[in-house]
């Protein structure tokens, strides 16, 4: 693209007052903001004007006339609102509270987080060729200029070069109000919720991940590994403030590794959404089924492999016992994913953990053995698993074999029976 027009309406523009710009500067401004950023280039030339106003102490004017008669007008103009109403392809100015900070996973990012204010949160990105001042996470700001786009559907800030930011002296305390989780939607999110349930991580940077839920429904949220980063209690309910609300495959995640978080004292007696049903006949049993070592370092619970390797922790010599099912569960109609904890294995297999580990430890095929006999109790069986369904994998909080019923199986026979007589007599 061809910036010498916008060039030269700068340069005309600035030269009537005296000054002399530096015609490869302004070029590397505009071509960052219309094609790193994708703004437009009537905004791009607008923006990099009024910083040369602010460089040159001169009270920036209407922007020179281009092909459409000037570059002024409301089409694109930097708009004072609050953060709620933002939308993407907007230029906004607006006070706003540093509410989060987060640790930087390029070189090309100075700084990014969310920022607030009484509407609602926003995340935002600092670019490091910006050369913008650091914020500090709790402080108040005024935010001229910075350019709204989006990521994933969910609008996000972006700090550039021409963004200016000015720390307040204000101190004021931004409590959103929690959203029931049935309502939470893309973007930054606050909730009250309770820890339901944790997961084995799966992730070398994961902290934890699992369900929290309110008595509304439920959502999986993760933490991941920061300085002075702490797990949830299972059990416990919490407030979370300014969660990032993420999408995949139509289901909600809560990001809540920045957010502000605070025990509540109390209970969520009801939690109800996500429970599911599903019914039939196992035909699969995993590996990595039936007894299992765990990494007894505090927050850590891995899963070692058999030579009792931890892949943060590595060699546990004092590694900790767990059952557990992996496997497929037919229904005539499709194929469920299916993991099932200690207590459910125990129920549906007859086997208790302590006999588990007697047979690991004093016969000839270990743990392998464990797995075996626990294939042969359950697979084939019919039964009735009952969970909730998380990425395609249904987490087991009940199973029961399904038991044969002599009346109803003479009733199929019957009907059965009845069908080919009718076939016969029609033929």
């Known amino acids: ?19 002399e710009i530096d015609r490869q500067k302004v070029e590397s401004k505009l071509r960052r903001l219309v094609e790193e950023f994708g703004v437009q280039p009537v905004e ?16 920036p004017a209407a922007p020179a006339g281009g092909a459409n008669g000037g570059a002024g007008g409301s089409g694109g103009a930097t708009s004072e609102k ?41 995340r935002f990105v600092v670019w490091a060729k910006a050369n913008a001042p650091l914020m500090k996470e709790g402080a108040w700001y005024h935010i001229e200029s910075a350019v709204v ?10 700090i550039h070069s021409g963004t200016t930011i000015k720390e307040l002296e204000k101190t004021d305390a931004l409590i959103p109000a929690p ?30 991940s699992g369900i929290i839920g309110d008595e509304t429904g439920t959502v999986k949220f993760v933490i991941w590994k920061e300085q002075g980063k702490q797990k949830l209690a299972v059990g416990s309910v919490y407030s979370i403030f300014y969660a990032q609300v993420d999408e995949f495959n139509e289901r909600l995640s809560l990001n809540i590794t920045g957010a502000t978080i605070m025990p509540e004292e109390g209970d969520i007696a009801t939690v109800t959404g996500g429970d599911g049903e599903v019914r039939g006949a196992i035909v699969h049993i995993a ?15 891995r899963a070692l492999s058999r030579q009792n390797y931890c892949p943060i922790h590595e ?21 469920h994913n299916l ?21 690991a430890e004093n016969n000839p095929l270990g743990m392998d053995e464990v797995f075996l006999q626990m294939r042969d109790r359950v697979l084939g069986r019919y039964v009735v698993c009952k969970g909730r369904e998380i990425d395609n994998r249904l987490l087991v909080n009940s199973c029961e074999l399904q038991k044969f019923d002599s009346g109803e199986h003479a009733k199929l026979l019957n009907r059965a029976g009845e069908s080919m007589s009718n076939t016969g007599g029609a033929s």
């Open 44 to 59: 791009a030339e607008r923006s990099v004007s009024n910083e040369l106003a602010r460089e040159f102490n001169i009270p």
């Open 82 to 122: 609050s953060l709620a109403q933002a939308q993407p392809g907007e230029w906004l100015t607006f006070d706003g509270k540093v509410v989060s900070l987060a640790g930087s996973m390029s070189p090309s990012i100075a700084q990014s987080g969310i920022i607030a204010d009484e509407s609602g949160g926003i």
């Open 1 to 19: 693209m061809d910036y010498s027009d916008a060039i030269d309406r700068i340069s005309r523009k600035y030269g009537k007052s005296g000054k």
């Open 339 to 359: 993991l099932l904890k200690r207590d459910v294995v125990e129920a549906l297999t007859g086997m208790t953990l302590d006999q588990a580990k007697e047979i």
């Open 149 to 158: 786009d989006e990521y994933k559907g969910i609008p996000n800030l972006k």
């Open 287 to 301: 590996p990595g089924s039936g007894i299992i070592k765990r990494c007894p370092v505090e927050g850590c619970n």
């Open 315 to 335: 060699i546990q010599p004092n590694f900790v016992y767990d059952l557990r099912i992996k496997g497929w569960l037919d229904d005539g109609e499709k194929t």
């Open 179 to 208: 959203v029931p989780v049935k309502d939470l939607r893309p973007g930054i999110g606050s909730v009250r919720a309770k820890v339901i349930q944790e997961w084995e991580v799966t992730h070398d940077r994961m902290l934890q």
